[in-house]
């Protein structure tokens, strides 16, 4: 390097020399001439911050040299050449002269004078040795004497950061009682300190002390020390962790009480909308659960529902043998207490056969029976002992409003026809009892069974994530029971959910944390204002996975066969290793992401080229932008691409680092953060796979029901708030 930069200002002294052949060579020579290198020394001014004194050293020529070519140019180098030095380090100064046409003067035939300016920076001795007094900026000048053409060399010294001990907060500290942080830690005396980049006030010996408010989550904690010369300046970054409420955490998982809600909302349990007509498949698409009631009572099977025979005596034989539901008419109410069913059957038509006997003869009392009734029952919302919804029954009523039929013997109408005949009565009972099972046992078995598969697919959703290195593989059980139906008078049905994260086999935490994080326990969902359905999730649910898989080790990585090829050169090692799990808050509002991504006392060993034996340590601080993506197979969360790194370094084995803090956050993303993006990314995620209720659940009342499906669908974006997300949704049924 060194000879071709040599090799250039040769080239350029002699294209100065050609064109001052051109001159009077005979004229004289400016003071000072010689190039960039060559410089007067006025050009570094006087006084003290030039040392003010004489010179460091002076090298003379032998006592009877021969005549000597006048120098034109001077070029000063420091061997070994490097950006910074230490005080400890005392490197060459190397001159070299040349004349006007670019050829090199040997040095015994010029006398030079070296020194150091400021002189207060350090001294040069007459063999070129420079020794530092301090840190610094500074330069070595070779003069020749007796002008003022001389060659400079900058350099730079820095014995390392100013010292910076941090005694408060401690790493991963759980902020308990107030949301204050107390912030104690000593530099070196005269040093500034910058806590969160907010000047603070340091004493006479350099101690410091000051408070903090606390939000939610890891706190990010970051304290500078700069004392005007070091670069860069000593960086100590902590994480405080306030949580009001911290959810136990074992080796096989973690509870979640209260962990989902769904809301249906009154609009999805009745429109007043009716249903469209079958397509040309027969599949019905219907707007709310009234009308997927009213669909399947038109395909119900009641002569299920209807004993038989009704009458079996002598005098009175009567079966009814076919049963027609006609049309259902279907309306469903949230009341204080919890559900009302109102029903009303139009056209119910019962098939007859059989005979009545009057004074020894016998009429057929085969015909169709036209019945319009309605009910009315009230009905309680209850989770079983499964875990799964039952409806009870609290009051029923039923009335018929018309009992009218074509029977096959004139007699036998006339019967039907008179009021408080046998014939009638039984049929009226029947017709009675016919409706009253619809209402209580039909439509809330219906409903419950409904409920229960739609609630089913939350009950258990494994978490399956293959190896792929650096990647470990993750599995991970998430499973939620209904734990909690809570009735809003006339507006909505609330079923709470509990749950738990388990761990397949029991899995250590690679380091003692408190526990999973929860911004409270006892505040409600911010529900939307107006809608079909709502799925509210708590952000400690979410952390709740993440904590499960950081315990897998999801985020202790060994990064170095993906550093990027252009890198390896200088890295030849890399490894990350989380010390606390990462956490998903809220954002302030205004906020571009709903959530942030949260990764505190991420532990980062570098081995460089200039490394020692050991790993360089280094703690990184990630804040990144969560991006919510909700599709037909569930919630994922969507890592952001950039991230907000602060990245401190704790020690080093060689003699200096292998990248300075500053330096490494810039390189960083292509290699730590794109790995910690999928491992995290990949188990954020909650599966909600479409609900197909198969002819096995209704077969023995509906068998004309192959299918009902539901789908649901999420318009609107999400709200945040008191520790809850909350997805507005619609559902999309069909039954087939």
Do not use: K
Request: net charge negative; with cysteine.
């Amino acid at each position: 390097m060194a000879h071709a930069l040599r090799g250039g200002r040769l080239l350029a002294l002699s294209l100065l020399a050609l064109l001052a052949l051109a001159c009077d060579d005979a004229s004289p020579t400016p003071a000072g001439e010689g190039g960039a290198d060559a410089l007067p020394t006025a050009d570094l001014g006087t006084g003290a911050d030039l040392g003010g004194g004489a010179p460091d050293a002076t090298i003379m020529p032998d006592a009877s040299p021969p005549p000597a070519a006048r120098p034109a140019f001077v070029e000063l180098t420091l061997a070994p050449r490097q950006p910074l030095y230490t005080q400890a380090e005392t490197p060459q100064a190397v001159p070299t002269v040349y004349d006007r046409l670019g050829r090199e003067i040997p040095l015994d035939q010029v006398a030079l004078r070296l020194d150091v300016q400021p002189a207060a920076m350090g001294a040069v001795d007459a063999a070129g040795v420079v020794t530092f007094a301090r840190e610094g900026q500074g330069a070595v000048r070779a003069c020749v004497v007796g002008t003022d053409l001389c060659g400079r060399a900058p350099f730079f010294v820095d014995d390392g950061a100013p010292s910076l001990v941090v005694t408060a907060p401690a790493p991963g500290t759980l902020i308990e009682g107030a949301p204050v942080i107390q912030v104690v830690g000593q530099a070196d005396p005269g040093a500034a300190v910058f806590v969160n980049e907010v000047a603070v006030a340091v004493d006479a010996q350099g101690a410091f002390q000051t408070e903090l408010p606390a939000v939610f989550g890891y706190n990010r904690v970051d304290v500078v020390a700069d004392d005007g010369v070091r670069r860069p300046p000593a960086r100590v970054v902590r994480e405080a962790l306030y949580a009001p409420v911290v959810l136990p955490a074992t080796d096989t998982g973690v509870e979640l009480p209260d962990a989902l809600r769904v809301r249906i909302d009154q609009r999805l349990l009745d429109t007043g909308d009716a249903a469209p007509p079958p397509d040309e498949a027969g599949a019905v698409a219907v707007p709310d659960l009234a009308g997927l009631v009213e669909v399947f009572l038109a395909r119900l099977e009641l002569i299920g529902l209807v004993p038989n025979p009704l009458s079996d005596s002598a005098s009175l034989s009567l079966r009814v043998v076919g049963v027609e539901p006609g049309e259902p008419d279907c309306t469903l109410l949230f009341t204080e207490d919890g559900l009302e069913i109102f029903l009303r059957l139009s056209d119910l038509t019962l098939r007859t056969e059989g005979f009545v006997e009057i004074e020894g003869e016998r009429f057929d009392l085969g015909g169709a029976i036209r019945v319009t009734a309605a009910a009315v029952a009230s009905v309680q919302v209850l989770a079983g002992p499964d875990g799964a919804p039952t409806l009870q029954i609290l009051t029923a009523d039923v009335a018929l409003e018309r009992l009218s039929g074509d029977m096959a013997d004139s007699t036998a109408q006339a019967l039907l026809d008179t009021f408080g005949s046998l014939v009638r009565t039984v049929l009226e009972g029947a017709a009675r009892d016919l409706v009253d099972d619809v209402v209580q046992q039909a439509v809330p078995d219906f409903l419950a069974l409904g409920l229960g598969d739609a609630l089913d697919p939350l009950r258990a959703i494994p978490l399956d994530v293959e190896a792929s290195p650096p990647l470990p593989a993750i599995a991970v059980d998430l499973g939620f029971e209904l734990s909690a139906p809570v009735i809003e008078a006339r507006s909505g049905l609330s079923l709470g959910l509990s749950g738990a994260v388990r761990q397949r086999v029991p899995v250590a935490a690679p380091y003692p944390v408190a526990g999973v994080p929860a911004e409270s326990l006892d505040s409600e969902p911010p529900w939307p204002a107006a809608g079909g359905l709502a799925l509210a999730v708590r952000l400690s649910t979410v952390n709740a996975l993440a904590h499960a898989v950081w315990q897998q080790g999801a985020l202790t990585l060994d990064l170095t066969e993906v550093v990027p090829e252009q890198l390896r050169a200088l890295i030849r090692e890399a490894r990350v290793d989380a010390r606390l799990p990462p956490l998903v808050v809220a954002t302030p509002p205004g906020s571009p992401a709903l959530f942030e991504l949260q990764l505190g006392e991420l532990d980062l060993y570098l081995r460089g080229a200039r490394s020692g034996d050991t790993p360089d340590h280094y703690v990184l601080s990630v804040r990144a932008g969560l991006l919510l993506e909700v599709g037909e197979g569930g919630i994922r969360f969507n890592v952001a691409e950039r991230a907000d790194i602060r990245v401190a370094l704790v020690d080093y084995s060689g003699a200096r680092p292998a990248f300075e803090a500053d330096l490494l956050a810039q390189i960083l993303e292509p290699i730590v953060w794109g790995q910690v993006r999928e491992a995290v990314g990949e188990g954020l995620s909650l599966a909600l796979d479409p609900i197909v209720v198969g002819p096995d659940t209704y077969g023995a009342f509906a068998p004309s029901i192959q299918a009902i499906e539901v789908r649901p669908d999420f318009p609107a974006a999400p709200v945040v708030r008191r520790g809850w997300f909350v997805l507005p949704a619609g559902l999309s049924m069909v039954v087939r």
